[in-house]
């Protein structure tokens, strides 16, 4: 049975015949209950889910950047929504994800000068080394803004893997990152791994000074394939 709260002329929540009702973010809607689900399969409809798929998962990873972001504010639909839309338009070339096009999120801040990203990969280890220049100038960027990072793996097929959210207390003035992401043990030859970097405000700051007009997207920065070093006679 539907409710309505608003009175006779607002929206109404619940299941009412074939009529269902609902509010989502400030927004009453209608719909009526399907009578029959088509679910077509041909290759380009099957192109199409499996890459909207794909991105679903990398934002769902991602949300907490996502919600730190710019995008947050957008209206009428979340976050988590705005991203899915933006990477399914600009990101999708010949039908395929192209993962050095993906964006997570814009920040009231200035990007990151002269950023430089570079994998590392020894016989154990595989891991990121970040280094830009401290650019603080109190209008734009602060020293103690907050660096990002997302690092998105791939297979060796370029299927997506797995997303990992690196939102640290690195800070613009440090002018540098390492970051240790695992065992080389842990991932198989060919895995494709990329980074994105933004900066952020240090959210342990007052809320006055985060709305500065100035803006920078979490973006592509590097990209390493993973290969396993082989010890001589072995």
Same mark, same amino acid.
């Given at each position: 049975m539907?409710k309505i709260k608003k009175? #006779?002329?607002?929206?109404f929540?619940?299941k *009412?015949?074939?009529v269902v009702g609902?509010?989502w !973010?400030?927004?009453?809607?209608?719909?009526?209950?399907?009578?029959s689900?088509?679910?077509?399969k041909t290759?380009?409809q099957v *192109?199409v889910r499996s890459?909207?798929?794909t991105?679903?998962?990398?934002?769902? !990873?991602v949300n907490?950047v996502? !919600?730190?972001?710019?995008?947050?504010q957008?209206?009428?639909q979340s976050?988590?929504?705005a991203?899915?839309r933006i990477?399914y @338009?600009?990101?999708i070339?010949d039908?395929?994800?192209?993962?050095?096009?993906?964006?997570?999120?814009?920040?009231?801040?200035?990007?990151l000068?002269?950023?430089?990203?570079?994998?590392e990969?020894d016989?154990?280890n595989f891991?990121?080394? %970040?280094?830009w220049?401290?650019? &603080? @100038?109190?209008?734009?960027?602060? &020293?103690?803004?907050?660096?990002v990072?997302v +690092?998105?793996?791939t297979s060796? @097929?370029?299927n997506?893997?797995e997303?990992?959210?690196n939102? %640290?207390d690195?800070?613009?003035?440090?002018e540098?990152l390492? #970051?240790s +992401?695992?065992?080389?043990?842990?991932?198989? @030859?060919?895995?494709?791994?990329? &980074?994105?970097?933004?900066?952020g405000?240090?959210?342990?700051?007052?809320?006055e #000074?985060?709305n500065?007009?100035a803006?920078n997207v979490?973006?592509?920065?590097?990209?390493?394939s993973?290969r396993r070093?082989v010890?001589a006679?072995h």
């Amino acid at each position: 049975m539907g409710k309505i709260k608003k009175g #006779i002329l607002g929206g109404f929540s619940g299941k *009412t015949g074939t009529v269902v009702g609902g509010s989502w !973010k400030g927004i009453d809607y209608m719909r009526s209950l399907a009578t029959s689900v088509a679910n077509p399969k041909t290759s380009a409809q099957v *192109t199409v889910r499996s890459n909207f798929k794909t991105l679903v998962e990398i934002m769902s !990873k991602v949300n907490p950047v996502l !919600k730190a972001s710019d995008w947050n504010q957008a209206k009428k639909q979340s976050a988590f929504n705005a991203a899915v839309r933006i990477n399914y @338009d600009n990101a999708i070339v010949d039908d395929a994800i192209d993962f050095e096009r993906l964006s997570f999120g814009e920040f009231t801040r200035a990007g990151l000068t002269d950023l430089h990203a570079a994998f590392e990969n020894d016989e154990t280890n595989f891991s990121l080394d %970040l280094t830009w220049v401290n650019d &603080a @100038d109190g209008s734009v960027s602060f &020293a103690d803004d907050m660096v990002v990072v997302v +690092i998105v793996r791939t297979s060796a @097929d370029g299927n997506y893997e797995e997303s990992t959210i690196n939102y %640290l207390d690195a800070k613009r003035e440090d002018e540098q990152l390492h #970051i240790s +992401i695992g065992l080389v043990e842990s991932f198989d @030859d060919g895995d494709t791994f990329y &980074a994105y970097v933004g900066a952020g405000h240090n959210p342990k700051k007052p809320k006055e #000074i985060i709305n500065i007009p100035a803006k920078n997207v979490v973006r592509f920065s590097a990209a390493a394939s993973l290969r396993r070093a082989v010890n001589a006679g072995h």
